[in-house]
């Protein structure tokens, strides 16, 4: 089904033609339209069959192509914002043939990567980065005396991002052409809020704006010296722009602004484009684009499709079984804990659907709060509510809340505050790469004093972790996987207990502490050794920080071996917490193994592949013991 969606999409009259960056300037421009339709249709048929980001991808075709027809591609530098939006710019810098492979192991990347294509400016994934790469690359242009275009593409999610208002704030003093592309869908992933996006609906709502403006340019152009008005007009911070527009906050920034333009009329974006290129100065063109354009499924619900997995294009149904996932139950949870106490409150940073919390939402709309794409916004609020007597639940993807490293240390940890941290795609997550794996989570947070650190081994725990947390007069930090929950061992259910591990399997020679989902391989392991003779014990950590150290004392005069199991890099994990107490103790007569990631950024591809690749599968991580402990006779 594959191949012959590809190929009748890839044969196309059009679309075939363009195998190449610059490319699609040999097209006629009555051409552009059925161009931006086949576009389309490439889109929807190989993301269909492989997953990925379908409707942000739909909504910035036209747009894609009015850069591709501005610019001269790798010269000039286009910089994506969070990047999952390139796709298009991916067919038009000759890459359709990897669709096919689109964010498998080795395949075509969801986002922009340089070593990918020289058209590819810079390597994004996170949100709210670009005006700051952007800036770079235009200053790095002028000490060099070059001359090449640089232009940022944002979306009006990405712009709720503190770094872009400090980038915005640092581009008002440049004296030399920088273009920002405003993508302004009204969403990020879910539908945006916050004052920015208020903002910017007063904006797109602003016809009469628009139509005055133009009328009156149109007529003081047929004037003697009318164009030097016009210009004084369009510079001027008293113009005639705040009769009808609220605030002009760009220009009052130093910004020039030029929109709002529709983001599907090529010409308007070429005029635009084109006038924007001759400005000295940092220039905000704004685009109202829809999300999901030409698929009318994606239109209507474009949350559901921002970050789709296989689907039948027909109906829109995704082919993936739906299954219990550990967001699941942590949100099951939250909504019934939050029944019996009103102080709980929960926050996510822009991500309700990701993180689970659009149910709990639904249920107690006044005490949940999405502060936009703003992860270090997120835990400092979450602080204040501590503070002011509430039980703040802070629900943020491994991987993002890195970002809010200092003010978890600064405004929680330096403060002790009762803070929970739901710690969600900790580990391997897959498909988007280097940029979305959650493999430093425990790195950072064990550098972090006062701050309480635990891991689930199924669903089970997780619930009753949860519970733990919402009641310890401390911040917590509790991380689980993407994905399925994890539902044997459940026979075991010792009661949770501040830094109490649970040891499920007592017998002697070699333990096995794992945390989290690697309990499940550690399960495995110690099953696979016993067929084959081994005496083997297994610890489910459980706290990571701080970790049992009376239960790892007395079990250490039995065991010669000890292994730690975790999905997380080496440097500053749990396994080095182990070794650096095994040394400082003196433990000279127990030899350590240690099972983890290696200190690298994990690529694309099929998280239990990964695993295997990596060496923290069952099968590997059996091996490495056996060759370490020698045969068992």
């Given at each position: 089904?594959?191949?012959?969606?590809?190929?009748?999409?890839?044969?196309?009259?059009?679309?075939?033609?363009?195998?190449?960056?610059?490319?699609?300037?040999?097209?006629?421009?009555?051409?552009?339209?059925?161009?931006?339709?086949?576009?389309?249709?490439?889109?929807?048929?190989?993301?269909?069959?492989?997953?990925?980001?379908?409707?942000?991808?739909?909504?910035?075709?036209?747009?894609?192509?009015?850069?591709?027809?501005?610019?001269?591609?790798?010269?000039?530098?286009?910089?994506?914002?969070?990047?999952?939006?390139?796709?298009?710019?991916?067919?038009?810098?000759?890459?359709?043939?990897?669709?096919?492979?689109?964010?498998?192991?080795?395949?075509?990347?969801?986002?922009?990567?340089?070593?990918?294509?020289?058209?590819?400016?810079?390597?994004?994934?996170?949100?709210?980065?670009?005006?700051?790469?952007?800036?770079?690359?235009?200053?790095?242009?002028?000490?060099?005396?070059?001359?090449?275009?640089?232009?940022?593409?944002?979306?009006?999610?990405?712009?709720?991002?503190?770094?872009?208002?400090?980038?915005?704030?640092?581009?008002?003093?440049?004296?030399?052409?920088?273009?920002?592309?405003?993508?302004?869908?009204n969403m990020s992933i879910n539908e945006n809020v916050g004052g920015m996006a208020t903002y910017l609906g007063k904006i797109r709502t602003?016809?009469?704006?628009?139509?005055?403006?133009?009328?009156?340019?149109?007529?003081?152009?047929?004037?003697?010296?009318?164009?030097?008005?016009?210009?004084?007009?369009?510079?001027?911070?008293?113009?005639?722009?705040?009769?009808?527009?609220?605030?002009?906050?760009?220009?009052?920034?130093?910004?020039?602004?030029?929109?709002?333009?529709?983001?599907?009329?090529?010409?308007?974006?070429?005029?635009?484009?084109?006038?924007?290129?001759?400005?000295?100065?940092?220039?905000?063109?704004?685009?109202?684009?829809?999300?999901?354009?030409?698929?009318?499924?994606?239109?209507?619900?474009?949350?559901?499709?921002?970050?789709?997995?296989?689907?039948?294009?027909?109906?829109?149904?995704?082919?993936?079984?739906?299954?219990?996932?550990?967001?699941?139950?942590?949100?099951?949870?939250?909504?019934?804990?939050?029944?019996?106490?009103?102080?709980?409150?929960?926050?996510?940073?822009?991500?309700?659907?990701?993180?689970?919390?659009?149910?709990?939402?639904?249920?107690?709309?006044?005490?949940?709060?999405?502060?936009?794409?703003?992860?270090?916004?997120?835990?400092?609020?979450?602080?204040?509510?501590?503070?002011?007597?509430?039980?703040?639940?802070?629900?943020?993807?491994?991987?993002?809340?890195?970002?809010?490293?200092?003010?978890?240390?600064?405004?929680?940890?330096?403060?002790?505050?009762?803070?929970?941290?739901?710690?969600?795609?900790?580990?391997?997550?897959?498909?988007?790469?280097?940029?979305?794996?959650?493999?430093?989570?425990?790195?950072?947070?064990?550098?972090?004093?006062n701050m309480t650190v635990m891991a689930p081994k199924n669903g089970w725990e997780l619930e009753e972790m949860l519970k733990f947390a919402?009641?310890?007069?401390?911040?917590?930090?509790?991380?689980?996987?993407?994905?399925?929950?994890?539902?044997?061992?459940?026979?075991?259910?010792?009661?949770?207990?501040?830094?109490?591990?649970?040891?499920?399997?007592?017998?002697?020679?070699?333990?096995?502490?794992?945390?989290?989902?690697?309990?499940?391989?550690?399960?495995?392991?110690?099953?696979?050794?016993?067929?084959?003779?081994?005496?083997?014990?297994?610890?489910?950590?459980?706290?990571?920080?701080?970790?049992?150290?009376?239960?790892?004392?007395?079990?250490?005069?039995?065991?010669?071996?000890?292994?730690?199991?975790?999905?997380?890099?080496?440097?500053?994990?749990?396994?080095?917490?182990?070794?650096?107490?095994?040394?400082?103790?003196?433990?000279?007569?127990?030899?350590?193994?240690?099972?983890?990631?290696?200190?690298?950024?994990?690529?694309?591809?099929?998280?239990?592949?990964?695993?295997?690749?990596?060496?923290?599968?069952?099968?590997?991580?059996?091996?490495?013991?056996?060759?370490?402990?020698?045969?068992?006779?």
């Amino acid at each position: 089904m594959e191949e012959k969606m590809n190929e009748k999409v890839i044969a196309s009259d059009l679309l075939k033609n363009i195998n190449a960056p610059n490319d699609i300037k040999k097209l006629p421009a009555e051409d552009y339209g059925k161009l931006a339709k086949e576009i389309r249709e490439f889109l929807i048929s190989n993301i269909s069959v492989t997953g990925g980001h379908l409707a942000p991808n739909l909504g910035v075709v036209e747009l894609t192509m009015a850069l591709h027809l501005s610019l001269n591609l790798p010269e000039d530098k286009l910089v994506w914002d969070v990047g999952h939006q390139a796709y298009t710019h991916k067919i038009l810098t000759g890459r359709k043939e990897g669709f096919s492979k689109l964010r498998t192991y080795e395949g075509l990347s969801g986002f922009p990567k340089m070593c990918e294509s020289d058209c590819d400016a810079f390597d994004t994934g996170h949100s709210s980065t670009s005006i700051s790469a952007a800036l770079g690359l235009a200053k790095a242009r002028d000490l060099q005396k070059k001359n090449y275009n640089v232009v940022a593409v944002i979306g009006d999610g990405a712009l709720s991002g503190g770094m872009a208002f400090e980038a915005l704030n640092n581009a008002a003093r440049l004296k030399s052409n920088m273009i920002i592309i405003l993508n302004d869908n009204n969403m990020s992933i879910n539908e945006n809020v916050g004052g920015m996006a208020t903002y910017l609906g007063k904006i797109r709502t602003s016809v009469k704006y628009n139509g005055f403006k133009d009328g009156l340019e149109k007529a003081l152009s047929n004037l003697p010296k009318g164009k030097a008005v016009i210009d004084r007009l369009r510079r001027s911070k008293d113009s005639i722009k705040r009769l009808f527009i609220p605030g002009m906050l760009f220009e009052d920034m130093g910004l020039t602004y030029i929109g709002p333009i529709d983001g599907h009329n090529i010409d308007q974006l070429l005029s635009a484009i084109s006038s924007a290129k001759h400005m000295n100065e940092a220039v905000i063109i704004h685009v109202i684009t829809k999300k999901g354009k030409g698929y009318r499924l994606a239109e209507k619900n474009p949350a559901k499709y921002h970050g789709i997995d296989p689907f039948v294009v027909e109906t829109g149904e995704v082919m993936k079984k739906s299954t219990v996932s550990y967001t699941d139950k942590f949100v099951n949870t939250l909504v019934s804990l939050a029944e019996k106490d009103e102080k709980i409150v929960a926050i996510t940073a822009a991500m309700p659907s990701g993180t689970g919390l659009i149910k709990f939402a639904k249920k107690y709309p006044k005490r949940f709060f999405d502060v936009g794409i703003a992860e270090e916004h997120a835990v400092t609020f979450a602080a204040g509510l501590a503070v002011g007597g509430m039980k703040p639940v802070v629900a943020i993807y491994s991987t993002f809340l890195q970002r809010a490293y200092d003010q978890m240390i600064h405004d929680v940890c330096i403060n002790s505050l009762p803070v929970v941290f739901a710690v969600d795609r900790a580990g391997i997550v897959g498909s988007d790469g280097e940029t979305h794996q959650g493999i430093f989570d425990i790195s950072y947070m064990l550098t972090i004093p006062n701050m309480t650190v635990m891991a689930p081994k199924n669903g089970w725990e997780l619930e009753e972790m949860l519970k733990f947390a919402i009641d310890y007069n401390g911040p917590v930090a509790i991380r689980y996987p993407r994905g399925k929950v994890y539902t044997d061992l459940t026979e075991f259910q010792a009661p949770i207990e501040y830094g109490k591990s649970e040891l499920l399997y007592n017998e002697r020679d070699i333990l096995l502490l794992a945390y989290g989902n690697m309990v499940r391989v550690a399960n495995d392991v110690r099953k696979n050794l016993k067929e084959q003779g081994y005496s083997v014990s297994l610890v489910n950590v459980r706290f990571v920080a701080p970790f049992d150290e009376n239960l790892l004392k007395e079990l250490l005069p039995t065991h010669k071996f000890v292994v730690t199991l975790e999905e997380n890099i080496n440097s500053g994990g749990f396994g080095q917490k182990i070794a650096g107490f095994l040394c400082k103790n003196n433990y000279n007569d127990n030899r350590y193994i240690q099972i983890s990631l290696p200190d690298e950024y994990i690529p694309q591809g099929d998280p239990d592949l990964l695993r295997r690749k990596y060496g923290i599968d069952t099968q590997t991580v059996v091996q490495k013991i056996i060759s370490e402990v020698g045969s068992q006779t």
